[in-house]
């Protein structure tokens, strides 16, 4: 084991320079700009609109009736980045919203008031339709309720029933297939005009389930040392086009297929990921980190880590949209069950002791020496429970708990200094516990 020194007696770790971008960063990137562009035309296109969310969401289907999904989720991190968020929150709260909602609902509808502009500066159109997969998180359903009092167009709700013991039920899916077949399918066909084609729908969940295969492989590639991705700050990179818009089309497919051979390239040259810095040197630190990131000070927050050679292998938060590493994989042969069992799926439809196992597994695993929680305020979702965990997870596992604090998209309640000091002696907890081993 290592005999290392004190965090605080310890230089931060040296960056190499940065390489050129990743050409899986420009292709995203394009993706991207495309489907702004696709939005910013629709309406004189005659395309249709569905707003919905990330977890549980119905990409291939929505692909399948040529229907255009916006996620306000990603509108309202993406205006956290862009330092846009807290005039929104502003917005949100002078019309009455409360400082406790959560800061993506209030920022989405400041966005809204404030002339309803994306990430690429153009102006997103108003949904045809609200698409509610309620995946465990109740605000999802108080979200659009607010959104249809705005926009005034129809809602339709999947219900998908919550995963208290970590098992989907017959039942449960059957639940969920019925409303597929006769509540949303209907709509959506009712609003593109046409009929599903179920073998155009089999061939979005055939393409998914090829990027599926691919993701994994990113995911699982941090279990080498050093390790080529950071499975949380970059993570959240990875992820993009197949939480997003992009699930179920031949461009996530050569998308995932140009990251997995990136990953595997930097594996044979022995090269850890890129930081906002450049190239992770010496990585002291393996974490597994639960919960999701703040927006509105990322490339600060990430460099907290990285300074200090802490690379995080694997995350809760790159899961939300689906746990493909369990083994789940889109399904064509079935393709109502397969897309119920996606939603049910979700790391947010599940109980504390599912997502319990499932963080002692990575921290196994991926030989983490410790465990990190990122406690955000507004999302109960994520937060609710968290120190439980912490306490369960060190006495499972032996390795050290860390617990810090901050937000989403709200600049207010990230502190910076307050943050560092934190992992400072979290840091400093884990070296300790080194010393001891070694002894």
Not at 202 to 209: C, M, N, P, Q, V
Request: aromatic share 10%; hydrophobic share 35%.
């Amino acid at each position: 084991m290592s005999t290392a020194l004190p965090v605080r007696n310890r230089p931060p770790v040296s960056l190499r320079p940065a390489t050129a971008k990743d050409s899986s960063q420009d292709r995203q990137k394009q993706m991207i700009a495309d489907h702004y562009e696709k939005l910013a035309h629709a309406k004189e296109n005659g395309q249709k609109v569905v707003y919905t969310f990330v977890p549980g969401n119905l990409t291939e289907l929505l692909q399948a009736l040529d229907l255009l999904p916006v996620l306000p989720e990603i509108n309202a991190l993406q205006s956290g980045m862009r330092q846009k968020s807290a005039g929104y929150i502003a917005e949100a709260e002078k019309a009455g919203h409360s400082e406790d909602v959560c800061t993506y609902v209030k920022c989405d509808i400041g966005m809204l008031k404030s002339g309803n502009f994306g990430p690429t500066g153009t102006k997103l159109p108003e949904p045809d339709l609200l698409l509610l997969s309620y995946t465990g998180c109740f605000t999802f359903l108080k979200w659009f309720e607010l959104l249809r009092e705005e926009y005034k167009c129809p809602v339709v709700m999947l219900h998908v029933p919550y995963q208290p013991d970590g098992v989907i039920s017959p039942e449960m899916r059957e639940y969920v297939v019925n409303q597929l077949r006769d509540e949303v399918i209907p709509a959506l066909e009712k609003l593109s005009g046409k009929k599903l084609d179920m073998d155009k729908l089999k061939h979005h969940l055939d393409l998914s389930r090829q990027a599926e295969d691919d993701l994994v492989k990113v995911w699982e590639s941090a279990k080498h040392k050093p390790s080529p991705i950071d499975g949380y700050f970059g993570g959240v990179y990875y992820i993009g086009p197949i939480f997003t818009s992009f699930r179920g089309s031949q461009d996530a497919v050569e998308y995932y297929r140009e990251l997995r051979a990136e990953c595997e390239a930097r594996i044979l040259r022995n090269e850890g990921p890129q930081t906002p810095d450049g190239l992770m040197g010496e990585q002291r630190y393996r974490l597994v980190v639960e919960g999701p990131p703040n927006w509105t000070s990322f490339p600060d927050f990430w460099r907290m880590f990285a300074k200090e050679g802490a690379v995080v292998v694997a995350s809760t938060y790159t899961r939300v949209g689906g746990l493909y590493d369990t083994g789940f994989r889109h399904d064509s042969t079935q393709p109502l069950e397969t897309m119920a069992d996606y939603c049910l799926g979700c790391y947010t439809n599940l109980g504390l002791p599912t997502r319990v196992d499932l963080l002692e597994r990575y921290i196994r695993e991926y030989e983490a020496d410790g465990f990190l929680i990122n406690s955000v305020k507004s999302c109960n979702s994520f937060s609710a429970g968290q120190l439980l965990m912490l306490r369960q997870l060190e006495q499972r596992t032996g390795v050290p708990g860390g617990f810090i604090e901050s937000d989403l998209v709200d600049p207010r309640y990230f502190s910076k200094a307050n943050i560092e000091n934190r992992l400072q002696s979290y840091f400093q907890m884990i070296d300790a516990r080194r010393l001891r081993v070694s002894a």
